[in-house]
Each structure stands twice: as C-alpha cells, then as structure tokens.
C-alpha cells in the first residue's frame, strides 16, 4: 500500500482541483491519499465526487496554529486534522474565523508590496484562490506573472519570507486549542512538518510533550523539509511519546516542486490512524 496523507489543491494553495488531484494520486500509483487544504473543507465533496476505483480518499485539513509558550512572537504550527466531523460547530467557527484572517493578512502584504511599486493588485490576488483561501503562494504567483521574480520560490526567498519587510502574521489559532477542536470533532490531530527549520523558528520537544498531553495523536516524520537527523529525532519522540508516525509529499501541484507521494505512511500508521478518528469516514471503493 502506498499512503500520502497531506496534499493541497487549488481550493487552497494547490493547482490542481480536488478532481485533478484524485486523478494525479491514482497515476502515481497511489493507493490511499489525504486532501489537507489549508482551514478549508470545500474541496472534500469534489475529491470523492472525483474519487477514481481502487483509491482510498481521507478527508483532511491543515489547520494554521500557533505555539506561544516561548519568548518572541508565536511559532507557526501546522496541524493536519483527519476525519473529523465537518459540521461541528466550534470547529467550523474557529476555520471560518481563520480564512477570514487569511483575508485580511494577504490584503495587507499586497497593498504593502504596492505601495512599494510591485505590480500586484488585492482583488487580483485574491481571484487567484478558487476557495478564497489566500496564502503567500498566491501572491508568489502573481510576482512570477508580473515578471517581477522568475519562480514561485524566488518570490519566497526574496520578498515573502517571514522576516521580510512586506510580510505580515495571521492570529492563528491556539495550537492546544486546535488539538482540543480537532479531537472534541472526532478528529485525528497529527503535527506537520514539526521541525523543518527552512520555514522559520520551530518550537523545541518539550512543546511536543505539551501538545501530545494535550491530546495530539501524531507527528509527521517523513517530510520533504526534514533532513535525516530530523526525522530520526521525531521518530524517537513519537515512540516515547506513544504517537503515531506519518509521512506525506504535502503536494502543491506546481507551487512546489515536490512530486505527489514523494514521501509516504506505513499502512501499521495508516490503519491506527483510521481507528482514531470517528468524525467522519474515508471514501473508498
Ligand atoms: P501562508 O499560509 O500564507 O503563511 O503561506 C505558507 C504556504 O506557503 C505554505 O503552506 C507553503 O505552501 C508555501 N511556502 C512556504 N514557503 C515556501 C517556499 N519557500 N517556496 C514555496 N512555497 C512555500
Ligand atoms: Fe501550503
Ligand atoms: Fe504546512
Ligand atoms: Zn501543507
């Protein structure tokens, strides 16, 4: 079994529809694979309407959070949430309230790169988002477009990383607030990407240790950011902990180079994980 369980599609910051991203799982000889756009689950029904025989789709999210309990600003945590119930009503509000900060904060670094004499336009930007789920890459395509840098990581590494003068912070949520949410819906929470220092400050093991007795039920090891020391520093932390290990592409389409299924899930991971959740069921044949 082949098992990729964190993917985007253009109902975030992917782009390829959850129909094409269906499609692209089963060429690559996937057998099982999870939507995990960001704060969103408006691709879910068309991923399963989509769902081609013979592959398994596990309706998924990735939740932007937050860990506070250091000095300095709040380090980003991205939570992946699996089968949870879409309709809980707690959820659903902080989700919502996310996407709307998502609105705001684009608007903000768009109207700064403008004032600044970069050829982008907010309304512009954000028709770029077929879920109205902006983020960094939608503005990085805009720059490519515009001519202004020549890749979608050029425009990262060069005016929307986070230390940059036109970059602006969303109020994510609470990372054991997020854990709390995705478990009281009969989710499975599982820490994405958790130590891949490319992307800024990452937090240290003993905010690991709060966030699995606060009910986190996994972590994702086999990443394309981790390096090799990483993955076996969170290998040795899942097993301590009593966590389940995970793996994934986390697949952008052509906002990222990483092919689909680049990195995968032991079906032993796979099957715990799908006994943990109870909000909501995998789509299969
Ligand atoms: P945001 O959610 O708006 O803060 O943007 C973060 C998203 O940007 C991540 O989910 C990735 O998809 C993408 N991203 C972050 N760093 C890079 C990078 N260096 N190159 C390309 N995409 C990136
Ligand atoms: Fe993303
Ligand atoms: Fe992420
Ligand atoms: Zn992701």
Known sequence: ??????????????TES??????????????????TDHDTTAGWAAAAAARPPGLTVVPGMELSCAWTGVEGPPVAVHLLAYLFDPDHPAFAAERARLRAERLSRGERIVRALAADGHPVVWEEVLARSAGGVVGRPHVARALVEA?????????FASLLHHRSPYYAAKADTEVLDGIALVRAAGGVPVFAHGLATSRGRVVDDAAIEAMAAG???????????????????????????????????????????????????????????????????VLTD
């Open 18 to 35: 959850p129909a094409e991203l269906v499609a692209t799982a089963a060429a690559a000889g996937l057998d099982v694979v999870a939507l």
């Open 147 to 155: 001519g202004v840098v020549g890749s979608v990581d050029e425009a």
């Open 1 to 14: 079994m082949r098992i990729d369980l964190h993917t985007h599609s253009s109902v975030s910051d992917g």
């Open 215 to 281: 009910g986190l039920l996994g972590l994702e090891v086999d990443h394309p950011d981790h390096t090799p020391d990483q993955r076996a520093h969170l290998r040795v932390l899942a097993d301590r902990l009593g966590l389940l290990c995970t793996g994934s592409s986390d697949y952008h389409g052509t906002n990222k180079r990483t092919p689909i299924a680049a990195c995968t899930t032991a079906p032993d991971q796979y099957a715990a994980l799908l006994a943990a959740g109870t909000g909501t069921t």
